[in-house]
């Protein structure tokens, strides 16, 4: 699997981000598939599962929402998994400080961490749209 992906492109900008290794960065370029399928980093978050599911009905509109999870629970595990490693070992700066952000705001863990996939998502789209590699300047 990484042989493979060893000669695109793409695998090696995604693996310049801190936390993303060798399995997790191959996962992600298989499930996302071509970048151009995409128009807006909104989608991609939305194929990911990671959007916000709003409920409302009439006048009520609930105050607590969850994720959608209707896209590739693939693509939702490596990005999680990938998010751990960025953020527990502080390998990600950029990341981990956003997560701490979150969590002094009062966001439960796993609020933080969805959070942090969502822009992580974002980075990726960036990414791979302007085919350059990733900076972690804190």
């Not at 997790?24 to 990671?50: C, M, P, Q, W």
Request: a positive charge; charged letters at 25%; glycine letters at 6%.
């Amino acid at each position: 699997m990484v042989s493979l992906a060893n000669e695109i492109e793409e695998y090696k900008i995604i693996q310049s981000i801190p936390g993303i290794g060798e399995k997790i960065a191959a996962t992600i370029i298989s499930e996302i598939g071509e970048i151009d399928r995409f128009n807006h980093a909104k989608k991609l978050v939305a194929y990911a599962g990671i959007d916000p599911s709003v409920h409302s009905s009439g006048k009520f509109t609930a105050t607590t929402n969850r994720i959608t999870k209707r896209g590739s629970s693939r693509l939702r595990h490596s990005l999680y998994l990938a998010i751990l490693c960025g953020i527990r070992s502080s390998r990600n700066k950029k990341l981990k400080a956003f997560y701490d952000k979150k969590r002094l705001e009062g966001k439960p863990s796993k609020v933080a961490i969805v959070a942090c996939i969502n822009k992580l998502l974002h980075w990726i789209y960036a990414l791979l749209k302007r085919k350059e590699h990733f900076l972690d300047i804190a």
